[in-house]
């Protein structure tokens, strides 16, 4: 499994930011699948997880503001950010593991549980 994500970049606050997370080498539909971010000097936290049936989780400070979605014609999984603040400048991580995963892990403990595959990261300035 190969994670490759893009479009992170400077936003002022308020605005909007789209990452996608291109999947290779496994069927996306079939991963367990979420967003973790990590700033300098602290620990990789969790921001939104997606099972298979396409349940998904988030972290409280990102309810209803960040969603999760995957296209799985495109083998991509995207998280849409809306009203950014300063503290969600991080580099965003896209993460994937085989089912079964217990998702709520993923994002309620930092770091979160080992997870196989990491993609490079992106990152996301909010100013």
């Known amino acids: 499994v190969q994670l490759v994500e893009s479009g992170g970049g400077s936003v002022q606050a308020g605005g909007s930011l789209r990452l996608s997370c291109a999947v290779s080498?496994?069927?996306?539909?079939?991963?367990?699948m979420g967003w973790f971010r990590q700033v300098p000097g602290k620990e990789r936290e969790g921001v939104a997880v997606?099972?298979?049936?396409?349940?998904?989780r988030y972290a409280d400070f990102v309810t209803g503001r960040f969603t999760i979605s995957r296209d799985n014609a495109k083998n991509t999984l995207y998280l849409q950010m809306n009203s950014l603040k300063p503290e969600d400048s991080a580099m965003y991580y896209c993460?994937?593991?085989?089912?079964?995963?217990?998702?709520?892990?993923?994002?309620?403990?930092?770091?979160?549980?080992?997870?196989?595959?990491w993609g490079q990261g992106t990152q996301v300035t909010v100013s």
């Open positions: 997606i099972n298979r049936r396409g349940t998904t």
């Open positions: 993460a994937a593991d085989l089912p079964p995963q217990d998702l709520r892990l993923w994002v309620w403990y930092s770091p979160p549980p080992p997870i196989g595959y």
């Open positions: 080498g496994y069927d996306a539909l079939y991963l367990c």
